[in-house]
């Protein structure tokens, strides 16, 4: 993705099948937003790092991105918010969720349920709340 990207629409990927990696530039990302259905259904493969820069995951925005095995939040982030059911349906085996930022992040319900893939689960220490049915099943 370009570093001057700030939003990802909703639905702007949804079932496009020959997606098969995004690569979030890292230190240099203007990405803001990542819209409602955004991914869904896409064949992205592997691992995905999300930019510091992240304010808000849409309403399923991943949702059924089957091939996602691992996810990683950076350790200090903008994030805000990640809506209702935005990784359900994902094989995500490694969760690193590093989030540290200025403001609680706010999940919708069921975000990674449900799962039963997750075998590893890094999780900062500052981290004070996981929501209810997160890891669900």
Do not use: K
């Amino acid at each position: 993705m370009p570093t001057t990207l700030q939003t990802i629409g909703d639905y702007a990927f949804y079932g496009c099948s020959g997606i098969a990696s995004i690569t979030f530039p890292s230190s240099v990302s203007n990405l803001i937003s990542i819209g409602d259905y955004a991914f869904e259904g896409t064949d992205i493969t592997g691992s995905l790092t999300l930019p510091a820069s992240l304010q808000t995951i849409g309403t399923d925005a991943f949702y059924d991105c089957s091939n996602i095995t691992s996810l990683t939040f950076p350790a200090v982030s903008n994030l805000i918010s990640i809506g209702v059911r935005a990784f359900r349906g994902t094989n995500i085996t490694t969760l690193n969720w590093g989030v540290s930022g200025t403001a609680p992040v706010t999940f919708g319900a069921n975000v990674f349920s449900p799962t039963s893939t997750v075998t590893t689960l890094n999780i900062l220490e500052d981290v004070t709340h996981i929501a209810e049915s997160q890891f669900y099943n």
